[in-house]
């Protein structure tokens, strides 16, 4: 049996991805147990987090301050835009450090199933970006799936009257991978994208 207060702290925990009902009792009690060590420093930290983290009001990136710390470095490169569709895409890209230039994150992917469409998402804004003179490309980089196709293809439909560049992502075989354990779209893909060596 357990209090109202660990019931509710076991739900709200079951919400988070990754976790349902029995993974969520054993976090819960995980921080129960810890209370000083654990339970206190997260709930400030999460209520530190509520209060200062913001969206950028120029990428969309979530930071504490605004601009973001991305689009506030001048030493990127502000020519390249790399659309994604969401933040943990950003941290992703930036893990590699090979990425130079500024970002803009979408919000999600057009569906029409979900009843989202390019006004429920970051598009107008990225299109505003690249019409300005400073950039040179855009990037697309959305997921390789059915949605994160077809918004990267309504994506190149508004920006056709723009004076950039437009890119995407290169998809295939991935680094050490083995063509016999690979799916046939990624074997089509990687046969369609190839290159000159």
């Excluded at 660990?6 to 147990?33: F, N």
């Excluded at 895409?89 to 999600?108: C, K």
């Excluded at 077809?150 to 056709?160: D, F, G, P, Q």
Aim: glycine share 10%; proline share 4%; net charge negative.
């Amino acid at each position: 049996m357990s209090t109202p207060e660990i019931e509710r702290l076991v739900d709200l925990l079951a919400k988070l991805p990754g976790l349902g009902p029995r993974s969520a009792r054993r976090a819960a009690l995980y921080l129960i147990k810890r209370p000083g060590q654990l339970m206190q420093p997260l709930a400030e930290a999460l209520s530190g987090a509520a209060g200062a983290i913001r969206n950028c009001s120029n990428c969309g990136n979530i930071d504490s301050v605004d601009p973001c710390r991305v689009c506030a470095d001048h030493e990127r490169d502000r020519s390249v835009i790399c659309v994604i569709e969401d933040v943990a895409d950003l941290w992703a890209l930036e893990r590699t450090a090979s990425f130079g230039g500024l970002y803009h994150v979408l919000g999600g992917t057009l569906s029409a199933l979900d009843g989202v469409g390019p006004d429920d998402l970051n598009i107008g804004k990225l299109v505003d970006r690249a019409r300005s003179d400073v950039v040179l490309e855009v990037i697309l980089a959305t997921n390789a799936t059915v949605a994160g196709q077809t918004t990267s293809h309504y994506i190149t439909e508004r920006l056709a009257d723009a004076e950039v560049k437009v890119s995407r992502l290169a998809h295939g075989v991935p680094v050490g991978g083995e063509l016999d354990y690979l799916d046939d779209g990624t074997l089509t893909a990687a046969l369609k994208s190839r290159r000159e060596v």
